[in-house]
C-alpha cells in the first residue's frame, strides 16, 4: 500500500483525506452528502464520485469510519465489545469491495454496557487511536464534543469503558424549539464569561430541569442581554455534563474535535481547574493509517 483513502463518513457529511505511506495528509476533500443524504444502494456512485480518482492510483487502499458501517449505512461493521483497542478493533474490520489493485474496508465502532443499558461509538474510537499515536500515549481521559458527546477512559492502549451525552443535541433541541428559542439567538457568537457563568450554576444542586428555565426569566426581567443567553444555555449544558464525571480523578483530558467545540470544552475544564490538550481532523486521519496495517491481502467481501 503506497496510498491511503482515509475517509470519516458521518450521519450529516462526509470527509476524506489522501495519505502517503508514511500517513502524511496530501489533500483533503469534504461533502454535505452523510449517510442519510445518500438513498439506498448509492454509496458506490457517491464514492467513486468523491474518491475514484484517488483509488485509481497505484497502491491505493481505502479504509472508512464512522456511520457508514451502521445499519442504515453502507455495509453493518458489527461493534467490538470493550476493552477494545487497536488490535482487535483491526482485526474486526470488514471488507467492502476487493479487487485486484483495490481495496474498500469500514473500520467496526465499539460497544460498551451500564447497568443492562448498552452504549455505542462510530468513528470516535479510530480518533482515540490517532491521538494515542500523535502523542505517544497508551492512557488517559478522552472526550470528544459533538452531537452526543463521548467520554472515553483509555488504559494500556485499550478503551476500558465510555458515556455517551446528547449534550449537543439538548442544546440544538432548548435553543430552537423550546420557549427559550423566542428569547435567545442561537447563533450568537461565544461569550465566554456568560458561558462560564452557566458551567459554575450548573453546579449549585438544582438540577438542569430548573436551571433552563432560567434562561428565560434571566431574559424575562433583562438580567442577562440576548446575545449571552445562548452561551449561558450551553455553559448550563455542559456543566451539568462536567457534574457527572470524577473531575477530581483526572490530571489532564483530552479534547478530540472541531475548534468551535473544544474551545467550550477547555473553558468549562478550566474553571474546574483541569488541564486540557485539543486536537482535531488531525487524529482521525492518524488513527485510519494506524489501522490501515490491518488490510491483509487474504480478507474476503462480505
Not at 75 to 104: F, K, L, M, Q
Not at 242 to 267: D, N
Amino acid at each position: 500500500m503506497t496510498r491511503l483513502v482515509a475517509i470519516d463518513w458521518g450521519t450529516s457529511s462526509l470527509r476524506g483525506a489522501l495519505l502517503d505511506a508514511g500517513g502524511k495528509v496530501l489533500e483533503e476533500r469534504s461533502d454535505a452528502r452523510g449517510i442519510l443524504k445518500v438513498p439506498q444502494g448509492g454509496f458506490p456512485a457517491v464514492f467513486e464520485a468523491l474518491f475514484g480518482d484517488w483509488m485509481r492510483l497505484d497502491g491505493a487502499r481505502c479504509l472508512i469510519s464512522g456511520m457508514a458501517g451502521s445499519k442504515q449505512g453502507w455495509v453493518e461493521a458489527p461493534y467490538c465489545a470493550c476493552p477494545a483497542g487497536r488490535v482487535e478493533a483491526g482485526r474486526s474490520i470488514i471488507d467492502i469491495d476487493v479487487r485486484p489493485g483495490s481495496r474498500i474496508s469500514i473500520v467496526p465502532g465499539l460497544r460498551d454496557e451500564h447497568d443492562g443499558v448498552p452504549d455505542v461509538m462510530r468513528g470516535e474510537e479510530v480518533q482515540i487511536f490517532g491521538a494515542m499515536a500523535l502523542m505517544d500515549v497508551d492512557e488517559g481521559v478522552f472526550v470528544l464534543p459533538g452531537t452526543h458527546n463521548k467520554w472515553v477512559t483509555v488504559k494500556k492502549g485499550r478503551v476500558t469503558g465510555f458515556r455517551t451525552f446528547m449534550t449537543g443535541e439538548f442544546y440544538a433541541l432548548l435553543s430552537r424549539h423550546s420557549i427559550l428559542a423566542r428569547t435567545l439567538d442561537a447563533d450568537a457568537p461565544l461569550d465566554e464569561a456568560a458561558f462560564v457563568q452557566g458551567v459554575t450554576r450548573a453546579d449549585n444542586g438544582q438540577g438542569l430541569l430548573h436551571n433552563a428555565f432560567g434562561a428565560r426569566t434571566l431574559a424575562l426581567f433583562e438580567r442577562m442581554p440576548t446575545q449571552e443567553l445562548a452561551s449561558y444555555l450551553s455553559g448550563l449544558l455542559i456543566g451539568e455534563e462536567l457534574r457527572t464525571q470524577s473531575l477530581h480523578a483526572f490530571g489532564e483530558v483530552v479534547l478530540i474535535g472541531s475548534p468551535a467545540l473544544t474551545q467550550r470544552y477547555t473553558l468549562a475544564l478550566s474553571a474546574t481547574g483541569i488541564a486540557t490538550r485539543t486536537l482535531g481532523a488531525e487524529a482521525t486521519w492518524a488513527g485510519l493509517h494506524a489501522l490501515s496495517g490491518f488490510l491483509e491481502a487474504d480478507r474476503n467481501p462480505p
